[in-house]
Structures are given as C-alpha cells and as structure tokens.
C-alpha cells in the first residue's frame, strides 16, 4: 500500500467505490525462507487466482486489473499468460506513457528556472533478457524519446528533464535472493544488485545543483548491464 495515498480525499480507493466500483486490493507480505523458489511468474499466478477469486465473488466475468509500481511488471508477467489483446495494450501504455505526459503536464506550469523533471524508466528499453515483456519494455523505451524531447522544449526556460533507468534492483518483487538472481548478477560486470538506495543516489544527483547541466539524459543504474 506505500504507493498509495489513504487519506480520505486522495485516496483511489475511495475514488473507485465512489463511484460503484467494486474494488479489491492484493498486496504481498515481506518474502521469507519458504518462498526462496518463488519466481515472477509464481506472482503472476497468483494474481490470475485473485482474478478468478474476483468473478466468484462479485459474478462479474470483466474485471480490471491496475498494478502500481512494480505491480506493472507483475501485470505484463499475467499478460504473457494470456492471450494479449488491445485492452492489454491500451492498459500498459496508459499506465507507463500516458501516465508520464500527463504528470509532466499538470507539472510544467508550477516549475521555474532549474526546475527538474526526473522519470523512472527501465533498462530493459535498451536490453531485454530472459522471458520477454515485448509490449511492457516498448513503454518504457518510449520514454527516452519523451526526455530527450522535453529537454529541447524546455531547455530555453533552464528546466531539466532527465531519465533513470535501473536494471535488477534487490526490492520484494526481484529479491537478489531470488529464482533468477544469480542468472540476473552474471549479466552484469559488478556481478550484483542494485540496492534501491543507489536508484535513489541518481535521482537526488539529478535533482540536485550539480547536475544543473545535465538534460536530455538517460542515467542507466544497471550494474554495467549494457556493456
């Protein structure tokens, strides 16, 4: 739920069933020992029994699934499970690039010189290994293009626009304990994870007066990934 902002009045939730939506929420405990064999693909299992769970529950066939964050990734995983259809596309480019622009947009008003607009993109726009998310990585290579172009438009006004793209992040949903990991690590000279605290040391670099001259950017955080 850290995604999430509760409060009453911010709240999707709230949001949902104010307007008739019957809304069901799937979140995850912290992995332990027991679950050291889990893949990705065991959460996309999991969330197609959630799914079914859903149409016995409210005996709705339609259901819509959204994933925040790394609930995304989980998303195109369920995807590759089943037949991919134009809702699946329009899902993946609403969250990832529509998303984006209309951030940026509802932005760009309150900004002023050395003002930064920093996105969270994937290395996975420059490298796809291992079961392909076609669809997922073609969003996020999409927003390299959508950063340089920032850059050229508001350049003249001394406002940044730089991207991070992190490759295998040690988070719950790609432990660096997991199924892949070591096969994750030989891809990468420094052999290793990221923590989250070096996506973060980016983006504080990014947004600080040091990179006061860097836009157009694409800081890829991957271990040397794309060496």
């Known amino acids: 739920y850290y995604f999430l902002d509760l409060r009453p009045g911010r709240s999707f939730i709230e949001h949902a069933v104010g307007r008739g939506m019957q809304t069901f929420l799937l979140s995850w405990r912290n992995p332990s020992a027991d679950q050291s064999d889990w893949s990705i693909d065991t959460y996309a299992e999991r969330i197609l029994s ?37 809702a699946d596309i329009d899902a993946l480019l609403a969250v990832n690039v529509r998303g984006p622009i209309l951030a940026t947009q509802a932005a760009i008003p309150h900004l002023k010189a050395g003002g930064r607009i920093i996105t969270i993109g994937s290395a996975g726009a420059d490298r796809i290994v291992g079961s392909a ?84 950017t694409i800081l890829t955080v991957d271990g040397g990934l794309l060496t």
Request: aromatic share 6%; hydrophobic share 40%.
């Open 50 to 86: 959630a799914v079914e769970a859903v149409r016995e529950t409210t005996g709705s066939h339609d259901v819509n699934v959204i994933g925040f964050c790394a609930g995304g990734i989980l998303n195109t995983a369920v995807l590759n499970h089943l037949d991919f259809d134009h």
């Open 133 to 216: 998310g076609t669809v997922y990585y073609m969003t996020k290579s999409a927003l390299q293009s959508f950063t340089r172009g920032l850059a050229q438009e508001l350049g003249p006004k001394d406002i940044t626009a730089n991207l991070v793209q992190p490759g295998s992040t040690d988070t719950e949903m790609n432990p660096a304990n997991g199924e892949s990991a070591e096969f994750q690590r030989s891809l990468t000279p420094l052999g290793r994870f990221a923590a989250p605290a070096d996506i973060s040391a980016a983006v504080t670099f990014l947004a600080s007066p040091a990179a006061r001259h860097v836009t157009g």
